[in-house]
Each structure stands twice: as structure tokens, then as C-alpha cells.
T-cell receptor, first 112, second 112 residues
Framework: GEDVEQSLFLSVREGDSSVINCTYT??????LYWYKQEPGAGLQLLTY?????DMKQDQRLTVLLNKKDKHLSLRIADTQTGDSAIYFC????????????FGIGTKLQVIP | EAQVTQNPRYLITVTGKKLTVTCSQN?????MSWYRQDPGLGLRQIYY???????DKGDVPEGYKVSRKEKRNFPLILESPSPNQTSLYFC???????????FGPGTRLLVL
């Protein structure tokens, strides 16, 4: 079945860039997502990328997709303490959220 | 205000006592899903629904039932809860495509 893998933990200093990595196994994935979960809250969609794109930039966020290696990354520029959260990578074939597979989440700790 | 509501937010119950967690959205979304979140396992999809009377299994449907009699509601039913269903449950809804999936605040369930 589909599998999405992420590292568990990342620690960065405030002002540095953060890079969170994800690998997935389903080559038919059409949509790839990054979600953010703050403590005690639900998930919030940060950004998504279609599988026919290599890169997407949205303000401080840059998503890179290497479809050949099935590798997805999220770069957060000028990381702030408010970026401390758990970040989930997810993939879907249809994009309609009919069948979504999430990674286990990467906890980002931003040190002041 | 666009939102997904879940009730109850916290529930402690005993093995075998049937329970229902309600989920309601006010955005007229077609797609709704239930997820459970467990430490080290991330989010796993339990069931999803593409419209009224259309539901399908996610990755971990065993021990759960759902129904979609109305577009706005998508209750999760545990007919005979067991301790391994102790978890944090999230309901989500979406209009589909690349639109964001809105998450409810979560229901923390403890089965003794």
C-alpha cells in the first residue's frame, strides 16, 4: 500500500531556514500536501503541489518535488518561533480527499 | 464562519459501550473524512464520504461505522469500543479538488 515517510524531529535557530523532508511510495500520487498542526489544534493546510510541478513558492514556503525519487521537501525561510509545530506530509491520488495518506509528522522546534 | 464541529471534544468510556462522535460542517462540502491520530503513527484515515449516502473505507476502518444521511453531518460510530480505539479523532471536510480540507478541533477518546 501507499506509504509516506518523514523524519520525526527537526531543531533550528530562529531566523535560519528549515527544511522538512518526505518520501512517498505511490507513483500515482497526484496531489502532495504539507499540513501544520499546532499544539492542541487540528491540521491546517499550508500548501500543496501537483505531481506535474517541480517547485512551488508561497511567501516564506518553498515546496520542491523530485518525482523520480518520490521526494518532497518543505523549506521555511526565516523560521520564526511561531513556526514551531508538527508538519505532516500527505499524498492523494484523486485530490478530492477520497483517499489520503499522511506521514507520521515532523516536529519542528525553533530555538530563539 | 466556516467551520467543522465535533462533539464531544473529550470522552471517557468503557469497553463495549456503544458511542457516537458527531461531525458537522456548514460549508456545503461534498467530501468528509474521519481520521485518528496516534503517537508515532501520524494520521490514518478511517472512512471517507464523497457525498450523501456514498462512503468508503480508509486505511483503518475496522471497529468503526459511519453514515452520511445529510450532506452536513458525518457521524462516527463505535458499536463496541475497545481500548485500542483510544485515540484523538479528527473529522474533516472539503469541496474537493485542490481546495483545502478543513479539520475539526478533534475528539479525544479514552476507552477503559
Amino acid at each position: 500500500g501507499e506509504d509516506v515517510e518523514q523524519s520525526l524531529f527537526l531543531s533550528v535557530r530562529e531566523g535560519d531556514s528549515s527544511v522538512i523532508n518526505c518520501t512517498y511510495t505511490d507513483s500515482s500520487s497526484t496531489y502532495l500536501y504539507w499540513y501544520k498542526q499546532e499544539p492542541g489544534a487540528g491540521l491546517q493546510l499550508l500548501t500543496y503541489i501537483f505531481s506535474n510541478m517541480d517547485m512551488k513558492q508561497d511567501q516564506r514556503l518553498t515546496v520542491l518535488l523530485n518525482k523520480k525519487d518520490k521526494h518532497l521537501s518543505l523549506r521555511i525561510a526565516d523560521t520564526q518561533t511561531g513556526d514551531s509545530a508538527i508538519y505532516f506530509c500527505a499524498e492523494s491520488y484523486s485530490g478530492g480527499y477520497q483517499k489520503v495518506t499522511f506521514g507520521i509528522g515532523t516536529k519542528l522546534q525553533v530555538i530563539p | 464562519e466556516a467551520q467543522v464541529t465535533q462533539n464531544p471534544r473529550y470522552l471517557i468510556t468503557v469497553t463495549g459501550k456503544k458511542l457516537t462522535v458527531t461531525c458537522s460542517q456548514n460549508m456545503n462540502h461534498e467530501y468528509m473524512s474521519w481520521y485518528r491520530q496516534d503517537p508515532g503513527l501520524g494520521l490514518r484515515q478511517i472512512y471517507y464520504s464523497m457525498n450523501v449516502e456514498v462512503t468508503d473505507k480508509g486505511d483503518v476502518p475496522e471497529g468503526y461505522k459511519v453514515s452520511r444521511k445529510e450532506k452536513r453531518n458525518f457521524p462516527l460510530i463505535l458499536e463496541s469500543p475497545s481500548p485500542n480505539q483510544t485515540s484523538l479523532y479528527f473529522c474533516a471536510s472539503s469541496s474537493g479538488g485542490q481546495e483545502t480540507q478543513y479539520f475539526g478541533p478533534g475528539t479525544r477518546l479514552l476507552v477503559l
